[in-house]
């Protein structure tokens, strides 16, 4: 079972855009998917059409089980919704004596052997559940805006991992996804090609800046159920099958 983490500290990415565009479309693949929203804001189900009451917050407070608030918003996707009650779970881990790390991953224990793939949509910053989130997964997806202060926190970004690899010697950053761009910006274009060089291995084709993204989100429906011959389906339908390779 795959786990990719989608995270950079910086907002406004489109962190959450691709973990639901990515979640749906291995999903239509045949792959079964569970999208676990590790976000305050609780944006994922809220992009694919569905709020959920309870979600991740009450397992990892077990008050419920994985079992009871797991649900299913597409075939072969699952969703493990967030929210605001997501700050009072932090809290209850950061109280525990022992183990604070890996909280998370004893919350999707019982996903194991059940998923083809875990995606953790995560929020911005640094916290306890971002740090559990990465102790958890084996694979990141980095989304980058392609604007300088994007880039300056993906460095910071990287930094921040190498820390957690200490502790999670699998963890790695597999993809960096450049987002927004903008063929007739030449500093997109600039920051593309030096994206190229750091990173020449982990860098996808970019998901260009598209109206018909932010459009599916407003109707709840990936970009697949919305615009299927849009530029914005091309470009992640590339990133999919990067994935599945």
């Given at each position: 079972m795959r786990k990719l983490a989608i995270c950079l500290a910086k907002g406004g990415?489109?962190?959450?855009?691709?973990a639901t565009n990515l979640a749906c479309g291995l999903a239509s693949h045949g792959k079964k998917v569970l999208l676990v929203d590790c976000d305050t804001q609780g944006q994922a189900g809220f992009f694919l059409g569905i709020k959920p009451k309870e979600g991740l917050a009450e397992v990892l407070q077990k008050t419920r089980t994985f079992a009871e608030v797991v649900c299913e918003i597409r075939p072969k996707l699952d969703l493990l919704a967030g929210g605001r009650t997501l700050s009072d779970a932090t809290l209850a881990i950061a109280s525990r004596t022992m183990g604070i790390e890996?909280?998370?991953?004893?919350?999707?224990?019982?996903?194991?052997?059940?998923?083809?793939l875990v995606i953790l949509d995560m929020a911005p910053g640094w916290d306890l559940l971002s740090v559990n989130a990465l102790i958890y997964a084996r694979e990141i997806i980095a989304p980058v805006e392609l604007q300088m202060a994007a880039v300056e926190s993906l460095g910071q970004f990287v930094e921040r991992v190498e820390d957690v690899q200490a502790y999670n010697p699998e963890l790695t950053i597999r993809y960096v996804l450049p987002t927004m761009w903008d063929k007739r910006s030449k500093e997109s274009q600039d920051i593309l090609e030096r994206l190229a060089l750091v990173y020449p291995e982990q860098l996808c084709d970019p998901i260009k800046a598209s109206v018909k993204l932010f459009e599916a989100t407003g109707q709840g429906q990936s970009i697949f159920e919305y615009a299927p011959k849009s530029t914005g389906a091309a470009d992640y339908a590339k990133l999919i099958a990067r994935v599945l390779r």
């Amino acid at each position: 079972m795959r786990k990719l983490a989608i995270c950079l500290a910086k907002g406004g990415v489109g962190k959450t855009t691709t973990a639901t565009n990515l979640a749906c479309g291995l999903a239509s693949h045949g792959k079964k998917v569970l999208l676990v929203d590790c976000d305050t804001q609780g944006q994922a189900g809220f992009f694919l059409g569905i709020k959920p009451k309870e979600g991740l917050a009450e397992v990892l407070q077990k008050t419920r089980t994985f079992a009871e608030v797991v649900c299913e918003i597409r075939p072969k996707l699952d969703l493990l919704a967030g929210g605001r009650t997501l700050s009072d779970a932090t809290l209850a881990i950061a109280s525990r004596t022992m183990g604070i790390e890996r909280a998370l991953s004893e919350a999707l224990r019982p996903a194991e052997g059940h998923y083809d793939l875990v995606i953790l949509d995560m929020a911005p910053g640094w916290d306890l559940l971002s740090v559990n989130a990465l102790i958890y997964a084996r694979e990141i997806i980095a989304p980058v805006e392609l604007q300088m202060a994007a880039v300056e926190s993906l460095g910071q970004f990287v930094e921040r991992v190498e820390d957690v690899q200490a502790y999670n010697p699998e963890l790695t950053i597999r993809y960096v996804l450049p987002t927004m761009w903008d063929k007739r910006s030449k500093e997109s274009q600039d920051i593309l090609e030096r994206l190229a060089l750091v990173y020449p291995e982990q860098l996808c084709d970019p998901i260009k800046a598209s109206v018909k993204l932010f459009e599916a989100t407003g109707q709840g429906q990936s970009i697949f159920e919305y615009a299927p011959k849009s530029t914005g389906a091309a470009d992640y339908a590339k990133l999919i099958a990067r994935v599945l390779r």
